[in-house]
Structures are given as C-alpha cells and as structure tokens.
C-alpha cells in the first residue's frame, strides 16, 4: 500500500492494487463520523459500441443499458433488493450511472466491515432473469418520463441532442423508452462480463475508518474469488463534426418563463499552438467562464438589476474527447434581448487582472472545502481516475501556477463560429 500526499493542502491517501486488476483508494479522517465507500466500473452511457478481445465485429447495445445495469444488479436471486440489507445495518445505499462511470455506493456509521462487504458483494455477483429484468422496464421509463417533464433537465438533455451528431453524449444516460424496451437480460449479462471486471473497476473510501482494516477486508474478499481474464473491450471511436447538428429548437413545456440555453461548441484543436497541458486547459478555460457569467460577473449582476433574468445565469464547461462546450443558461421573459446580452459577451471573453486573481482565490477556497466533505473527497477523486487515470495531487500547485498572461492567451484563442440555441416556452 502507497501512501500519496495531496501537495499545499495537507491530505493524503492510500492506493493498492490487487492481483486481479482492483485499484484500492482509500482517504481516511477520523474526525469525520461516517465512512463513505464506492465502488466503480468504467463502463457508462457513451459504451453502446465496442468489440470484445478476439471478437471479429463490434457489438451494439441500445442506449440506456449501463443505467439499466446499475438498476439490475441491486436485485437478488431471493426476489429482495440489495438495499434491504443495507438498511437494517443502519446504513444508506444508491448507485449512479453517468456519461462514462457507473458508481455503486454505501454511507455509515457502523459495522463498517459488514457494509463494505456487501457493497463488493452485490456488485460482483449479478442476477438476471426475464422477470426481474421486465419489472425493471416499467420503473425505469417512469424516471424516463419524470425526466422529460422536468424543464430543467430538460434543458441539458434538449441542448445534448442539439449539439452532437455521432458523439453518444447526445444520448440520455437513462435512455429513451424505445430503448428501455430493446434491453434483454442477455444484453445485461453481456455488458456485464464485458466490463464488470476488477481490472476495469476501483473502490474508493473515505471518512472514518481504518485504511488497514479495510485493504485486509477488500483482500480477504477477493481471495475467494475467480475471475476469468479481462478481455479489455475496444470502444468504438465516432468521428464528432465541429458543427453543432441544430442551431436552433424549441420545446414547449408547462412553465409560465421561458427558459434558454446558448451553448458554443469549440474543437480541442484550438489550442494546440498554446502548448499547454490538457487539466492546466481545462482550468483556465472554466475559470474565464465563471468570470465572465458566474454569480459576481457583470452582465449577471446587470441582467437581474434590471430584471431581465428571474435568477443568476448558470454557466457550463463540459469538455469531450475532442471537443469543449462552453454554455450558458437563464430563465427570462426577455429571451431575445437576453440572448444577445449573452453573444456579445461571449465574442470578448478576456478577463481582467483583478477578476483572474479573485477567481484564483475562490477555486483553491472551493478546492480545500471539498475536505470537509467525504462525499466530495471521493467523488473528486473518482472524476480523476475516470478523467486522467489517477487522483491529482497537485492541484493546489497547479491552481497557484496559473499565471494572468497564458489566461489572455487562453481567452483570446477561443474561437466560437458553432453555437445552439435550446428554448422552453410555455404551452
């Protein structure tokens, strides 16, 4: 077992890999009361096409099915639900399935050994049947449902489909109903042996708890089990235009203000004469936006002085393989002269000494805050490992290293030919 110390901000953690393939990260604090535990598999939304070792062709599953897994594998071969056990060691379970991450998790205060082995446990041993597979249909299109009622999801999922033609982020995680409808339990057992190797899966835990004690229990409970030899699935590789795929559309929906969301679709390649590092890029890009439309920027205090907004913009970075969405949102009865505020905007997205070093101050305030939660000090971490292989621990170094001039040069590089326009308007 490595231990791994977060440079500038006094943290550290543990890290261990098993024989089969397991990475073990573990962050104790003792002045915490409960432990949180995760375990994960590299396998979500955007994972509907890939080949298997030795398979002559690539295999296609609808969309949707790495959620529906999540879902599955909480069901037991005696007809309960995983979470029943949880419960009555007075502890709480859940899962999520995201873009490219599905994630099994427990908090507790007590009997920290029985919980963490349950959460390895059902993890590991799947049980699909036609039956239980068909219950689960029914539940998941009404999430489906709920979602396509929710103006505010809406507006993400809306703003997805207008923005790619190929890449699978344009798929909602959940899946659509006609593809609820296509998943067989053999698809399941499929993608489950696909994936759900320890090879392709993490544990992550974090609170209170003794790190020690919980790599001899991961060990232990790993010891009485075999696992066939992963066969590291190849992901079928989409070709995404620069392009957006709409510039425009428009949804009616049961609300009394329209709600907009102007999104600009920009190719990595952009940057390439910058020769800067891709975390590094991704910070100061995501920095200039929270300047220029977070909650203390000028055009949003302006916008709802004059009551142009009905509440602060909301402001999105989202960064892809290949491409970087630069997006931003409001709910206004103004839509047009709103939307125009933003454009402006966004054609100068240069920000001032002042603004860099204020910004700079509150990402390293936001940044060591996240150690006062456990479920932010594992969720961190877990985006890391998906995004960059393993936890950064030199963030605090990084944040402090970012310099005003390569902020300008950043800036004045974007450039922003492709945007979508996404409305909700009442019925």
């Given at each position: 077992m490595k231990e791994i110390v977060k440079t500038g901000i006094d943290e550290k953690y543990y890290y261990?890999?098993?024989?089969?393939?397991?990475?073990?990260?573990?962050?104790?604090?003792?002045?915490?009361?409960?432990?949180?535990?995760?375990?994960?598999?590299?396998?979500?939304?955007?994972?509907?096409?890939?080949?298997?070792?030795?398979?002559?062709?690539?295999?296609?599953?609808?969309?949707?099915?790495a959620h529906f897994l999540e879902h599955q594998l909480f069901e037991e071969k005696n007809g309960k639900s995983a979470h029943e056990y949880f419960s009555d060691l007075g502890s709480t379970s859940n899962a999520f399935t995201s873009y490219d991450v599905t994630c099994y998790e427990v908090i507790g205060n007590n009997f920290f050994k029985e919980n963490l082995e349950a959460l390895i446990n059902f993890v590991q041993n799947p049980h699909f049947s036609e039956k239980s597979v068909k219950k689960e249909k029914g539940i998941i299109k009404e999430e489906i449902k709920m979602l396509t009622n929710n103006p505010h999801a809406q507006m993400y999922l809306g703003m997805n489909k207008n923005l790619y033609f190929k890449d699978n982020h344009r798929h909602k995680v959940s899946g659509e109903i006609e593809d609820i409808d296509q998943i067989t339990h053999g698809d399941l057992q499929l993608c489950y042996d696909c994936f759900y190797h320890p090879e392709n899966m993490f544990i992550?835990?974090?609170?209170?708890?003794?790190?020690?004690?919980?790599?001899?229990?991961?060990?232990?409970?790993?010891?009485?089990?075999?696992?066939?030899?992963?066969?590291?699935?190849?992901?079928?590789?989409?070709?995404?235009?620069?392009?957006?795929?709409?510039?425009?559309?428009?949804?009616?929906?049961?609300?009394?203000?329209?709600?907009?969301?102007?999104?600009?679709?920009?190719?990595?390649?952009?940057?390439?004469?910058?020769?800067?590092?891709?975390?590094?890029?991704?910070?100061?890009?995501?920095?200039?936006?929270?300047?220029?439309?977070?909650?203390?920027?000028?055009?949003?205090?302006?916008?709802?002085?004059?009551?142009?907004?009905?509440?602060?913009?909301?402001?999105?970075?989202?960064?892809?393989?290949?491409?970087?969405?630069?997006g931003v949102s409001c709910t206004t009865k103004y839509t047009e002269e709103v939307i125009e505020r933003i454009k402006k905007e966004m054609q100068n997205l240069v920000i001032g000494k002042d603004d860099f070093n204020r910004k700079i101050k509150t990402t390293i305030s936001d940044y060591i805050s996240i150690y006062d939660d456990i479920e932010n000090v594992c969720l961190e971490m877990q985006s890391d490992i998906i995004k960059y292989g393993k936890p950064i621990d030199n963030f605090y170094e990084i944040l402090h290293n970012l310099d005003y001039s390569t902020c300008t040069k950043v800036a004045s590089s974007i450039v922003l030919n492709d945007y979508s326009l996404y409305k909700i308007v009442g019925f």
């Open positions: 261990a890999k098993l024989n089969n393939g397991l990475s073990i990260y573990l962050a104790p604090n003792t002045q915490m009361k409960s432990f949180y535990a995760t375990f994960s598999v590299r396998f979500g939304s955007i994972h509907t096409e890939f080949r298997p070792r030795g398979a002559k062709k690539n295999i296609s599953v609808p969309p949707g099915i992550i835990i974090t609170g209170n708890f003794n790190h020690y004690e919980a790599l001899s229990i991961i060990k232990e409970n790993q010891s009485k089990k075999e696992f066939n030899s992963y066969n590291y699935p190849v992901i079928k590789k989409f070709i995404e235009p620069n392009a957006v795929k709409y510039q425009e559309t428009i949804t009616p929906m049961n609300v009394s203000v329209p709600k907009v969301y102007l999104a600009y679709k920009l190719s990595n390649k952009q940057f390439n004469n910058l020769k800067i590092n891709i975390i590094d890029l991704k910070v100061y890009i995501t920095l200039i936006m929270y300047a220029k439309f977070g909650l203390t920027s000028n055009i949003n205090q302006d916008l709802l002085y004059s009551q142009l907004i009905s509440s602060p913009l909301s402001v999105l970075t989202f960064f892809t393989k290949d491409h970087i969405i630069l």
